[in-house]
């Protein structure tokens, strides 16, 4: 039976191993792919992503409004037919938060948009999680009717603006979302209000601090 310190060295061999195949590269060997479309909040948030750590990518547009997402193609790439899907040559991912993370834990030349600092790290994830779980599905539940052209609910409407008053709360009076300086969570926050704000004009004029992440910070 072998020893305890064979057995580690074997286990932490092929941790090194596994990690310098997929430690940080400088730039993708080629355009990162996204498949998705611009009116979508996580889909601008990882173009955003790619934007400011300056990663080369190209969009493959998909027409949700006929329902591209669920066809064959699209559920063999990404089977929760979720958008955006991005693709690493042949690394596929999807979630637009563990998109954001995984670029800039590959391609990140600092640490600044998605600190390694565990305690920074954290209050970061906290918000990203924040946009996945709340921020974003109350918009998304509003979205689809209007996308389709239904009618929206009074209960959608106070859905967002409860999201919106727990963004505000985090926001406090601070320039951004997460840290002194933005971070990948603005990407996605800011991404998700502006497409609020501009759905919903009378819910953004009650949360002027939360309007300002956008004026600062959203390139789009
Ligand atoms: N947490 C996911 C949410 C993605 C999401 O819901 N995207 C919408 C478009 S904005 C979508 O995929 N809708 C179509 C569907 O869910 O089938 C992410 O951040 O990627």
């Known amino acids: ?24 590269m400088a730039a993708p060997r080629e355009p990162i792919k996204l498949h998705g479309f611009t009116l979508s909040p996580p889909f601008r948030a990882s173009a955003m992503t790619c934007e400011v750590l300056g990663i080369e990518y190209k969009t493959q547009f998909i027409d949700v409004t006929s329902l591209e997402h669920r ?16 693709e690493d040559g ?13 670029l800039c834990n590959m391609y990140g030349k600092d640490n600044k948009w998605y600190p390694t600092d565990p305690r920074q790290r954290g209050i970061v994830d906290q918000r990203l999680h924040f946009d996945c779980s709340v921020l974003g599905p109350s918009f998304k539940n509003m979205a689809i009717p209007l996308l389709f052209g239904k009618q929206i609910q009074p209960k959608m409407v106070e859905h967002v603006k409860e999201s919106m ?56």
């Open 90 to 102: 042949d690394y596929i991912l999807y979630d637009s938060h563990a998109i954001s993370a995984y």
């Open 1 to 24: 039976m072998p020893g305890r310190s064979y057995l580690l060295r074997k286990v932490s061999g092929s941790a090194r191993r596994a990690f310098s195949s997929t430690s940080a």
């Open 71 to 86: 066809k064959p193609a699209y559920l063999k790439l990404n089977p929760l037919h979720s958008i955006p899907t991005m």
């Open 165 to 220: 008053q727990q963004l505000d709360k985090l926001l406090g009076d601070r320039k951004f979302i997460a840290l002194d300086w933005p971070t990948i969570a603005d990407c996605h926050c800011s991404s998700t209000v502006i497409s609020i704000q501009v759905s919903l004009i009378s819910i953004s004029s009650n949360f002027p601090t939360t309007a300002k992440i956008n004026i600062c910070f959203c390139p789009y």
